[in-house]
């Protein structure tokens, strides 16, 4: 570990390679005990970050997975959209398990609240494309694309109306904030708001800093590390994404260090974490997606459910030119390619190396069949297994320095070297 903390640097970002689920909470937990501060910088509760610890599982919509390390201080960015009553109740959950929070949580004034009438917007706009297309976004209904498109029409309401009093609040909610919804047919029940906004504002007014990047900025002076806990992920970016099928917010590297306001030449490294394989939730292209029994033998070995929704992931082979596209846009240093174990059973594993008039041409490589769970050694590890990563990095030009064979914390080979 100690080689890799020293590649890595002071500040490293984790960003998914494919459509989300990859596996970012886990590398953020194990990694996160070596670093000072943990930092979600873009997206909301749309994320959902598993880690497992001593068996027990905890899932993570808004703070970072890293928020379990006592301690190490927590932002919340500039970029995100944070829903107020999960993340008290995130807040509660954690308190509830005797770890402390709120002390140590700083939170961008400039970042947008997710209202319930966002949700409801969300559901609507999705009810109106299926509707009108036979299919929606397959959107997280959590608000997340009514709350960034209040941000770009410059009339969203940020962090900083926490410091505001309730007379501010309703006259805001009753004014255009109606307006908006309407249009949607939703209507804004402003007391039920104001009460969100009431119990956000008793226990997360300490929490509001001047100005996130001036904090991060004391951090880089102090040289405390930093780690930046990416959500969702590239194929769902904004910009670089399977448009229209993505989310509403940028969830590169390039983004998150906008969203958290780092200048981009502080970031010292960035990890790509993919699965072995590949997942989608929602609706859009899935050119390696898999399909009857294979499919379903996937989703079972895997728990391909989605951790915020609970839909069955879309279940398929790893795509080569996708890892590709998502290296040229983060400029990944090494992967961590997660999930290793759960192809143990595979006889043979084809993976997406390019297309052909339309369709994509195939690699199979052989499989392992035998267990990798839990291992930690990469010299441990059946030949083919071995032979499948070298793959990944032959023709991605990118080293693989973290493979994941379990859920658990300790169930991650480090690599020194590749
Ligand atoms: P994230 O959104 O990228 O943080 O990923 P999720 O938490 O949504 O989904 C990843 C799922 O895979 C979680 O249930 C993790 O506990 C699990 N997981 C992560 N790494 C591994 C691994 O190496 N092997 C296995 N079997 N499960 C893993
Ligand atoms: P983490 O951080 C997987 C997907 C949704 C949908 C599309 C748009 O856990 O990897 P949205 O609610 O954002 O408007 O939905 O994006 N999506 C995710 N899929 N993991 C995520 O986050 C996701 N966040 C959004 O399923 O296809
Ligand atoms: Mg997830």
Redesign the pocket.
Not at 46 to 49: E, L, R, S, T, V
Not at 137 to 142: P, Q, S, V, Y
């Given at each position: 570990m100690e080689k890799l903390l020293t590649d890595l640097g002071p500040v490293c970002a984790v960003i998914?390679a494919q459509?989300?689920?990859?596996g970012?909470g886990k590398v953020i937990d194990i990694l996160a005990g070596h670093f000072d501060v943990i930092a979600r910088a873009c997206?909301g509760a749309?994320?959902?970050?598993t880690i497992v610890v001593n068996a027990k599982k905890h899932v993570f919509h808004l703070l970072p997975a890293g928020s379990l390390h006592e301690g190490k201080s927590v932002v919340l960015g500039s970029g995100m959209v944070i829903h107020l009553p999960t993340l008290l109740e995130e807040i509660q959950t954690l308190e509830d398990a005797g770890i402390a929070i709120v002390d140590r949580l700083l939170i961008s004034p400039a970042a947008h609240i997710v209202f319930a009438f966002h949700k409801q917007i969300d559901a609507a706009m999705e009810l109106r494309l299926t509707k009108q297309q036979g299919k929606g976004?397959?959107?997280?209904?959590?608000g997340?694309?009514p709350a960034y498109m209040d941000k770009a029409a410059r009339r969203g309401w940020r962090m900083e109306v926490l410091r505001l009093r309730e007379a501010d609040w309703r006259a805001g909610l009753q004014g255009h904030m109606a307006d908006v919804a309407q249009s949607y047919d939703v209507t804004v029940n402003v007391d039920a708001e104001v009460e969100d906004l009431r119990r956000a504002q008793t226990k997360l007014k300490g929490c509001l800093m001047v100005s996130a990047p001036d904090m991060l900025r004391i951090f880089l002076d102090e040289r405390k590390k930093i780690l930046i806990e990416g959500?969702?992920?590239t194929l769902?970016d904004i910009d670089h994404g399977t448009y229209p099928?993505?989310?509403?917010s940028s969830t590169t590297a390039a983004g998150a260090l906008q969203g958290l306001g780092l200048p981009p030449k502080t970031l010292t490294s960035c990890i790509g974490v993919a699965k072995a394989y590949c997942t989608r939730?929602?609706?859009?292209d899935f050119l390696t997606e898999a399909s009857g029994k294979t499919a379903e033998r996937l989703r079972e070995r895997g728990g391909e459910y989605g951790?915020?929704t609970g839909r069955p992931r879309r279940c398929g082979w790893l795509s080569i030119p996708d890892l590709k596209h998502a290296a040229t846009i983060n400029g990944f240093d090494c992967w961590n390619i997660t999930k290793l174990d759960v192809l143990d059973e595979e006889r043979a594993i084809p993976v997406g190396v390019g297309m052909e008039k339309g369709k994509v041409i195939y690699e199979e490589l052989p499989g392992w069949e035998s267990s990798t769970s839990a291992l930690t050694a990469f010299e441990d590890l059946p030949e083919q297994a071995k032979k499948y990563i070298r793959f990944i990095e032959e023709q991605t030009g990118i080293p693989v320095r973290l493979i994941g064979t379990g859920q658990g914390r300790e169930e991650m080979i480090v690599r020194q070297n590749s």
């Open positions: 998914g459509w989300g689920d990859e970012k997206g749309n994320a959902g970050h976004i397959g959107t997280t209904k959590r997340i694309g959500a969702q992920a769902l099928y993505v989310t509403s939730v929602g609706e859009g951790a915020t």
